[in-house]
C-alpha cells in the first residue's frame, strides 16, 4: 500500500497512532491509515498537498497552527512541537506532537514528523477521574456530617445526656470515622494499583486457614455458622504471598457473597494450575452463594470501577481492588454462576516461592 516516498522498516499503517510526514517544502509525503482515520481526512486526499491545507490545525483560541508555530522558517534550534490538543474544521479534537527533523542541529528542516492521537482515551480517564472525585465527595459527606453533628451536639449539651446516650452517639462517631478510614484506605490502593506501585510482603500465607479466620469474625458479628461451607483439598502449596492484601480479598469475596448473596456460601480451597503457566502450581479459592447471582450482560463489568450491582451502596471500588490485589500476585480472578445460582468468584494465587529457596 502506497503511503508515500518514505523510506521506513515498518509499514506506516501499522503504527497505532497517525503518523503525518512533510517533507523540506512543507508537502505531505507520508500520511498513514491511523491518520485518515483520526482526522476524516482522506490519504488521497492529504498526500502531496501542503501541511497547512493538508492538516488545517487550529488551537483552542482559532489560531492557525502552522502559522502560528511555523516550524520551516521558526527558530532554528527548535526540534519540535509537545504534544497538545487541536482542533480540526468541524470541531474534531485530536492530539498532536511534532518533530522536526534537520541533517545538523541549526541546518534547515528537512522533515516535520507529526504524531496524532484520538482524544477519546484520555477523556475516558478525565471521566473516570471526575466520576471518582464524585464518588469520594458522597461517600465522605454522610459519615463526615454524622460525625460533627454527633460531636457538636455532645459539646453543646454534654450535661444532657445520659451514659447511655452519650454511648451511642460515640459508637456512631467510631463506626462513621471507620468509614472515612476504608474510603482513604480505598483510595490509596486505587492509587498504588493505578501506578503499578501495590507494594507486597510477600511470606508464606496458609489460605485455608485464612478463609477460617474470616468465617469466625463473620458468625462473631451475627452471621449463623451454618451459613457457610468450607471445602478443603489437601495437600495445599505452600503460597508465598502478602497477608494482609489476601485477607483484603476475602474479606471483601465473603462480605459481597453474605450481603448480596443468598443461602449457603461456600468456600472452595484447592491446589490449583496457574492459567498460562501450566507449569507453576497454586492455591485456588472459590467463594459462591446460592442468590440470584450476576445477571450475564453485567458480567464484563464486575471488575471495573463504581460496579455495584443491582443493589446500591458502597463505593462499589472493592472488587477492582480485589482483581488489582490479585494481578500484583501474579494470579487470575474469574467471575461466573455457582452451582447453587448465585455468583461465583475465583482466584488462583501462584506459589511464588522466593528465588532463595528454590
Not at 521506513?8 to 491509515?33: K, Q
Not at 459519615?143 to 444532657?160: N, Q, Y
Not at 450491582?309 to 454462576?337: C, F, M, N, Q
Not at 455457582?338 to 488462583?348: D, K, L, M, Q, T
Request: a neutral charge; charged letters at 25%.
Amino acid at each position: 500500500m502506497d503511503t508515500g516516498a518514505v523510506d521506513a522498516t515498518v509499514d506506516p499503517d501499522d503504527l497505532p497512532d497517525g503518523l503525518v510526514i512533510a517533507d523540506e517544502t512543507g508537502r505531505v509525503i507520508c500520511f498513514n491509515s491511523a491518520a485518515a482515520r483520526i482526522t476524516a481526512v482522506p490519504r488521497a486526499a492529504a498526500l502531496g498537498r501542503p501541511l497547512e491545507h493538508a492538516l488545517p490545525l487550529e488551537d483552542l483560541k482559532g489560531r492557525r497552527w502552522w502559522a502560528l508555530t511555523d516550524p520551516y522558517g521558526g527558530l532554528a534550534i527548535r526540534v519540535g512541537q509537545p504534544e497538545r490538543n487541536l482542533l480540526l474544521p468541524g470541531g474534531r479534537e485530536v492530539l498532536v506532537s511534532a518533530r522536526y527533523v534537520r541533517e545538523h542541529p541549526t541546518g534547515p528542516v528537512r522533515r516535520v514528523v507529526i504524531s496524532l492521537r484520538g482524544t477519546e482515551a484520555r477523556r475516558r480517564t478525565e471521566r473516570s477521574h471526575a466520576e471518582l472525585i464524585a464518588t469520594v465527595a458522597h461517600e465522605l459527606r454522610s459519615p463526615l456530617t454524622s460525625v460533627k453533628g454527633f460531636t457538636a451536639t455532645l459539646l453543646a449539651k454534654w450535661e444532657r445526656f445520659t451514659d447511655d446516650q452519650k454511648r451511642l452517639m460515640l459508637e456512631t462517631v467510631d463506626a462513621d470515622a471507620g468509614r472515612v478510614t476504608r474510603l482513604i484506605a480505598e483510595l490509596l490502593d486505587i492509587s498504588r494499583i493505578d501506578s503499578g506501585r501495590l507494594e507486597l510482603r510477600r511470606q508464606p500465607v496458609d489460605l485455608s486457614a485464612a478463609v477460617e479466620r474470616h468465617i469466625q469474625a463473620l458468625t462473631a458479628n451475627g452471621q449463623t455458622p451454618d451459613r457457610f461451607l468450607v471445602r478443603t483439598c489437601q495437600p495445599l502449596p505452600a503460597v508465598w504471598a502478602d497477608p494482609d492484601k489476601v485477607d483484603q480479598v476475602l474479606g471483601n469475596l465473603l462480605e459481597n457473597a453474605v450481603r448480596h448473596g443468598e443461602g449457603t456460601v461456600t468456600i472452595e480451597v484447592a491446589p490449583a494450575s496457574v492459567p498460562a503457566k501450566s507449569d507453576e502450581k497454586g492455591t485456588a479459592v472459590t467463594v459462591s452463594d446460592e442468590g440470584p447471582g450476576i445477571p450475564e450482560e453485567s458480567m464484563g463489568r464486575v471488575f471495573t470501577r463504581f460496579w455495584r450491582g443491582s443493589k446500591r451502596g458502597g463505593t462499589g471500588l472493592g472488587l477492582y481492588i480485589v482483581k488489582g490485589i490479585v494481578e500484583a500476585h501474579g494470579g487470575t480472578i474469574t467471575v461466573g454462576r455457582g452451582p447453587g445460582g448465585g455468583a461465583e468468584f475465583r482466584f488462583i494465587l501462584p506459589v511464588s516461592t522466593p528465588a532463595y529457596l528454590v
